[in-house]
């Protein structure tokens, strides 16, 4: 897909925010009060965090993002965001509903961070994974991004959160 009509899409739908940094990056939203925020995209890094037990190493694998706290602070204890993933994201999502994972985030020492193993069924604990809908998707035109409505199931309390998608963490907090 030529990226002209990926940064026609990216101004269309979130106007005055920054687009994209690819064609086939999700996009999230925090929508609130008529109003759209992009939730940026953290730079997160795998951690490993190594204990000795008599001559027996266990080492837990994290992924920690740099910072105590997201930048973008949701007032909402039950936000709405949209996800616009490209053609090919979604036929992922179909494939694998792994694909798309809200996660509690721990504070630790400056970062925050979330436990998880190498698993793609079952890549964080399911003490860190929050429940949420995930609405069926619709198609926008011209670039064919498929626009999904997620709503966390119940209330979130105050803390650090991010959504996981393919990877990325589009991280968030909540107040």
């Given amino acids: 897909m030529p990226i002209f009509p990926a940064l026609l899409i990216a101004f ?9 940094s690819a064609a ?15 939730v940026n995209v953290a730079n ?13 190493g266990i080492a837990k694998l994290f992924m920690a993002i740099d910072k105590a706290h997201s930048a973008l602070r949701v007032t909402d204890g ?11 994201a979604e036929q992922e999502l179909l494939k694998r509903p792994q694909f798309v994972v809200l996660v ?39 670039t064919s991004a498929v626009i999904h409505r997620a709503i966390v199931t119940g209330k979130l309390k105050p803390g650090e959160y991010a959504f996981v998608i393919d990877g990325k963490f589009y991280d968030f907090g909540v107040n």
């Fill in 24 to 38: 086939d990056d999700p996009v999230v939203t925090w929508m609130a009060h008529g109003r759209s925020t992009v």
């Fill in 44 to 56: 997160a890094e795998e951690r490993h965090h190594t204990f000795r037990i008599l001559i027996i």
């Fill in 12 to 20: 269309t739908l979130w106007a005055g925010h920054s687009a994209p």
């Fill in 104 to 142: 509690r985030l721990t504070s630790n020492d400056g970062v925050r961070e979330v436990r998880f193993s190498r698993n793609e069924e079952k890549p964080f604990s399911k003490d860190d994974v929050i429940p949420f809908t995930l609405g069926p998707g619709t198609t926008e035109s011209p």
């Fill in 78 to 88: 039950s936000p709405e965001f949209r996800i616009a993933l490209s053609p090919g």
